[in-house]
């Protein structure tokens, strides 16, 4: 169980062009979601948090016009890295909780971006 | 919020040994997680221990929530141990935000 699945898993793009990530959990509600960005052999960086139905919260410095989350339902939220540039190139992670987001997280297999 | 500290950074292990990694909080522990992160990318979760003792096969792990540390026993290690282990807890501070630390890269050679 708590099966979380992450598409594409790879992306490369052009500079300027809008790239969507999708985030499903397959087996449970997640009432909660949550976006990190992962550096080389860096940490995992919460990017936003995300409820079902309601307006995603972002982390300090992470700009929401540019990295758009929308969770409309409790199984799948997305992330789209608009008008992407070289340095939005990155390992991208979701991860799910069910329980208002208090229990442990899930997380998915990740999406790597490349932009040109 | 919590800052999280793993030790050791870097562990080299001859196929076979056991090894123990630490991670110690700065305040105090809420919904701890042990994750594997695979040479792919993939977390992998391990143990979700707010506190006490559990096992999984080889590995085990251990948080002493009054004493704001958790550890993580792996016996009879393998290849496929390798890879980068993260433990996280809650920061109850930040919105339930899960605050990592910065990983313990374990290589395990045959």
């Known amino acids: 169980g708590a099966v979380v699945s992450q598409h594409p898993s790879r992306v490369i793009c052009k500079s300027g062009t809008s790239v969507k990530i999708e985030c499903r959990s397959l087996d449970f509600q997640a009432t909660t979601m949550f976006w990190y960005r992962q550096f080389p052999k860096q940490s995992l960086m919460l990017m936003a948090t995300?409820?079902?139905?309601?307006?995603?919260?972002?982390e300090q410095g992470v700009e929401k016009d540019k990295f758009l989350i929308n969770h409309a339902s409790l199984t799948l939220s997305t992330l789209t890295v608009t008008s992407a540039h070289p340095e939005d190139s990155s390992f991208y992670i979701c991860s799910a909780a069910s329980g208002g987001g208090t229990g442990p997280q899930y997380f998915g297999p990740g999406t790597r971006l490349t932009v040109l | 919020g919590i800052q999280v500290e793993q030790s050791p950074p870097d562990l080299i292990l001859q196929e076979g040994a056991n090894s123990t990694l630490r991670c110690n909080f700065s305040?105090?522990?809420?919904?701890l997680q042990w994750f594997h992160q695979n040479p792919w990318g993939q977390l992998i979760n391990l143990f979700y221990i707010p506190s006490g003792t559990k096992q999984n096969g080889r590995l085990s792990a251990t948080t002493v929530a009054t004493e704001r540390y958790s550890l993580l026993y792996i016996s009879s290690s393998q290849t496929t141990d390798s890879g980068v282990y993260f433990c996280a807890s809650r920061d109850l501070n930040g919105n339930n935000r899960l605050a990592f630390g910065k990983g313990n890269q374990v290589v395990v050679i045959p």
């Open positions: 995300s409820n079902e139905g309601s307006k995603a919260t972002y």
């Open positions: 305040d105090s522990v809420n919904n």
